[in-house]
């Protein structure tokens, strides 16, 4: 019995993960500095055949922000691989810039590639459809399950809904005398990679083909973090349809799709083309009160800080490329509060509702009585920072796509 409901929830859980896991080609995941326009400019190619384009670095600046108070998981196994050997030395991140240099914790310059099939190619070697077959969840050090806490970061093992259901919590049904669930969580445990799929350093490189001199890169780190429960993975049993649970998975989700409709606004790319757009990512230790997730764009107009510890009040787009991928990874997020920001907030009223169960499931789930409807509210509702006045043009702020189109397209 529950071998049957199990396989039929795996089957559904690959409801997000539509891919077939055979792709080959996998992609370079550093670049090279040569000339462009007679100064020292970042080059990139995605394989060994295509010949090296300069990578964009927009006159508006563009920064991709995790606030690491909401976004536990992804930063934990974010910063693990920036602890790695290629994560201590991103090129564009510090590597080739004058020392002495010092960053400031926490910045860090990726580069987006413009081409989706190569994000889901990148996907699919990281994080392939039976992920979740050869990765145990929870983490033996996965954070606490935000927003909340959530009261456990186990899995729900009992009567779970999909595969790696975050638990259920329980409580004495005082009619039934039975231990009942109470509240489910609405959120299961999905794969995180990072370096994000869409970024240039993503996936798992070009083992064993030598490419020369950007290298054969590697594999990026994954993990378990949750990601609200989309009921199209559970059979079309009902959970919190009303009332969505967002988690780190879908902010993570929608900054990423601010971030690239920004990111081509600004640069003005042809989709599909063989580049990549320059962005910093931010990982700050911010608070509840901080969204999330959001993403920054503008153009310094200030003094800036450039090379052999002189200072100039000089424009950003005037600067040479290498001094702009240094004004870009030291940007201090303080400085900005004139720039355009769209921030995700925290979708938190936890109703406390069961999950209606379909009459088509066996008769022994549904053998719960309907449970005390209990109402809390966890977290707290955000303040949405939209400056609208100064959005580029086709720009949109209706970001209604799904949580599972989302995880398919960072
Ligand atoms: C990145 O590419 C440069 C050449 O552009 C090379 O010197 C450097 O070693 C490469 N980094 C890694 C981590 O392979
Ligand atoms: C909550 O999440 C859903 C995702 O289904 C979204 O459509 C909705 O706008 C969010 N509500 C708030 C208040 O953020
Ligand atoms: C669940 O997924 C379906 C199909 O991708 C989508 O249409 C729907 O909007 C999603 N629901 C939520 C609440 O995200």
């Known amino acids: 019995m529950w071998v049957s409901i199990t396989t039929a929830r795996l089957s559904a859980v690959q409801c997000l993960l539509l891919f077939v896991s055979l792709v080959e080609a996998q992609y370079i995941q550093n670049y090279t500095i040569g000339k462009w326009n007679n100064q020292d400019h970042p080059f990139w190619r995605r394989?060994?055949?295509?010949?090296?384009?300069?990578?964009?670095?927009?006159?508006?600046?563009?920064?991709?922000?995790?606030?690491?108070?909401?976004?536990?998981?992804?930063?934990?196994?974010?910063?693990?691989?920036?602890?790695?050997?290629?994560?201590?030395?991103?090129?564009?991140?510090?590597?080739?810039?004058?020392?002495?240099?010092?960053?400031?914790a926490g910045r860090y310059l990726f580069g987006y590639d413009i081409r989706n099939s190569a994000t889901d190619d990148r996907r699919r070697r990281n994080c392939p459809s039976n992920w979740n077959q050869n990765h145990l969840c929870p983490e033996p050090d996965q954070p606490d399950v935000m927003p909340g806490p959530w009261f456990t970061t186990s899995t729900e093992n009992q009567d779970p809904l999909q595969v790696n259901e975050i638990a259920a919590e329980r409580d004495l049904d005082v009619r039934s005398g039975q231990i009942e669930i109470t509240r489910r969580s609405g959120l299961f445990y999905s794969c995180e990679e990072f370096p994000a799929a869409s970024f240039v350093e993503g996936g798992t490189g070009t083992a064993g083909t030598g490419v020369v001199p950007e290298g054969d890169g590697g594999t990026g780190s994954t993990y378990c973090a949750p990601m609200m429960i989309n009921k199209s993975c559970t059979q079309g049993i009902g959970l919190f349809d009303e009332d969505p649970q967002w988690s780190e998975q879908n902010w993570q989700g929608q900054a990423h799709q601010r971030l690239a409709r920004i990111l081509q606004n600004n640069a003005q790319v042809v989709p599909g083309n063989n580049q990549a757009i320059i962005f910093t990512l931010a990982l700050v230790d911010g608070t509840a009160g901080d969204p999330p997730t959001k993403v920054m764009w503008g153009t310094s107009q200030e003094t800036v800080s450039v090379v052999k510890g002189t200072r100039r009040s000089i424009p950003?787009?005037?600067?040479?490329?290498?001094?702009k991928l240094q004004h870009m990874v030291t940007q201090n997020l303080e400085e900005l509060s004139d720039?355009?920001?769209?921030?995700?907030?925290?979708?938190?009223?936890?109703?406390?509702?069961?999950?209606?169960?379909?009459?088509?499931?066996?008769?022994?789930?549904?053998?719960?009585?309907?449970?005390?409807?209990?109402?809390?509210?966890?977290?707290?509702?955000?303040?949405?920072?939209?400056?609208?006045?100064?959005?580029?043009?086709?720009?949109?702020?209706?970001?209604?796509?799904?949580?599972?189109?989302?995880?398919?397209?960072?």
């Open 47 to 104: 394989e060994p055949q295509d010949i090296p384009q300069p990578v964009i670095i927009p006159n508006e600046q563009t920064i991709l922000v995790y606030n690491c108070h909401y976004m536990k998981a992804i930063c934990l196994n974010a910063r693990r691989w920036l602890a790695t050997p290629r994560g201590l030395n991103l090129l564009l991140s510090g590597a080739l810039t004058p020392k002495p240099y010092t960053l400031p």
């Open 316 to 323: 950003f787009s005037e600067l040479s490329s290498m001094e």
């Open 339 to 410: 720039w355009n920001s769209i921030d995700t907030h925290v979708n938190a009223s936890h109703s406390l509702k069961r999950a209606q169960k379909k009459s088509t499931l066996p008769r022994e789930h549904q053998s719960h009585p309907s449970s005390v409807q209990l109402s809390r509210s966890v977290g707290t509702e955000m303040q949405v920072s939209r400056k609208t006045s100064k959005l580029p043009r086709g720009a949109d702020l209706v970001f209604s796509t799904s949580a599972s189109e989302q995880l398919l397209s960072l």
